[in-house]
């Protein structure tokens, strides 16, 4: 989902162009069936659990091991999985989840980070007695949560499977923007998101439902928090990057173009593919898959890419388990690397 965002009127007000997409999900007044459940706005899915003071939204659903926990990117939250949660529930056990602020969760008192969020993850599944290991999916900035997970909790991580994520060093490796463009909120101007508007993947079943979920004041501002915490988040996955195991990892990247048609853009692209690519550099065990016909929310737009590829994630983590003592860079179903996996800007070190 993208946000609109306008400046208050006044001495402080600025118009702030954010040239990247948040998404997200909502749901509406009346009462709405997901999975043979009724929910609406004050009866979500699943469960609200207590993780000390606060409470966290958590669905499961399915059988099986390892369990595939889904995390979204900013502005998202548990109902955009749906779909993929339940294709996925006839072969494990699945559990999508509302970060602190989105969907039916409750605010957290605590700085809006990556190294936050994983804790406050970690104290959720433990409080609905969810067993590892996992393979983690996340989606965008949900790539920056599952890989501190991964380095924080080597023990009990399976995989990894990162949605056209975010990369730690972006912010280095992008151009500058244009004159006037900012890639986030400055502090203290009043900016707003007055608008979430939907991809038209969108599941258009529950669309008022998250679009209300959406709306909601107390969403908008951990929006804008975790977008101005961006940055720090990223130098937590940096600075735990030696922590990260050698673990079955997939790489997920859009395939078709979102950035203007001109030298910015241009730039852009590019340095996405580059960033998309050093993501291999992870583990001697990555696989890259390029959903050539999605934008940046292939979960949304093609599904079953998203599947197949944490599916493909699932069978490594299984074999893995069956022979525990061999480590291998190849995978079990006699799949091949579908790009090497190098750094792309010449050291080995993963980043």
Same mark, same amino acid.
């Given at each position: ?5 306008? #400046? ?8 702030? *162009?954010? !040239?990247?997409?948040?998404?997200? /999900? ?19 899915? @699943?469960?609200? *659990?207590?993780? @000390? ?8 659903? @399915? ?18 999985? *749906? ?36 804790? =406050? ?30 380095? =924080?909790? #080597? ?19 992008? !151009?500058?923007? #244009?004159?006037?463009?900012? /890639?986030?909120? %400055? ?15 969108? %599941?258009?079943?529950?669309?008022? *439902? ?14 804008l928090q975790e977008v101005e915490h961006f940055e720090e988040s990223a130098r937590e996955v940096l600075a735990q990057h030696e922590r990260f195991p050698n673990l079955p990892v997939i790489v997920i990247t859009r395939g078709r173009r979102v950035w203007p048609h001109n030298g910015y853009g241009d730039a852009m692209e590019q340095a996405w593919t580059d960033l998309q690519h050093n993501l291999l550099s992870l583990s001697q065990r990555s696989v890259q898959i390029v959903a050539m016909n999605s934008g940046h929310?292939?979960? /949304?737009?093609? !599904? ?27 995978? %079990? ?16 070190? !993963?980043?």
């Amino acid at each position: 989902m993208r946000y609109v965002l306008r #400046p208050f009127t006044g001495r402080r007000g600025a118009a702030v *162009l954010m !040239p990247f997409l948040l998404y997200g /999900l909502c749901t509406a007044a009346g009462a709405y069936t997901v999975n043979h459940t009724r929910v609406d706005l004050d009866h979500p899915p @699943g469960r609200l *659990l207590d993780i @000390g003071g606060y409470r966290l939204h958590i669905y499961c659903l @399915g059988r099986g091991s390892p369990t595939v926990v889904l995390d979204s990117g900013i502005g998202g939250f548990s109902l955009e999985w *749906l779909d993929i949660q339940t294709a996925l529930s006839r072969h494990t056990r699945v559990c999508t989840y509302d970060r602190a602020g989105y969907g039916w969760s409750d605010r957290s008192p605590y700085p809006r980070t990556t190294r936050v969020i994983v804790q =406050e993850l970690h104290r959720l599944l433990s409080a609905a007695h969810e067993t590892p290991p996992y393979v983690l999916a996340g989606h965008s900035f949900g790539g920056y949560n599952i890989r501190y997970f991964a380095g =924080e909790f #080597p023990r009990e991580v399976a995989g990894l499977v990162l949605i056209d994520a975010s990369h730690p060093r972006q912010f280095s490796r992008f !151009p500058p923007p #244009p004159p006037g463009t900012l /890639l986030k909120p %400055p502090p203290d101007t009043g900016t707003r998101i007055v608008r979430p508007e939907f991809p038209s993947a969108y %599941p258009k079943a529950i669309r008022q *439902l998250a679009f209300l979920l959406m709306v909601h004041r107390r969403s908008a501002r951990i929006q804008l928090q975790e977008v101005e915490h961006f940055e720090e988040s990223a130098r937590e996955v940096l600075a735990q990057h030696e922590r990260f195991p050698n673990l079955p990892v997939i790489v997920i990247t859009r395939g078709r173009r979102v950035w203007p048609h001109n030298g910015y853009g241009d730039a852009m692209e590019q340095a996405w593919t580059d960033l998309q690519h050093n993501l291999l550099s992870l583990s001697q065990r990555s696989v890259q898959i390029v959903a050539m016909n999605s934008g940046h929310a292939i979960h /949304l737009e093609q !599904p079953q890419v998203v599947i197949a590829g944490i599916l493909r994630d699932l069978r490594s983590a299984r074999w893995d388990a069956a022979r525990p003592n061999l480590v291998t860079g190849f995978m %079990p179903d006699g799949g091949h690397r579908l790009a090497p996996a190098a750094t792309g800007d010449g050291d080995k070190k !993963p980043l």
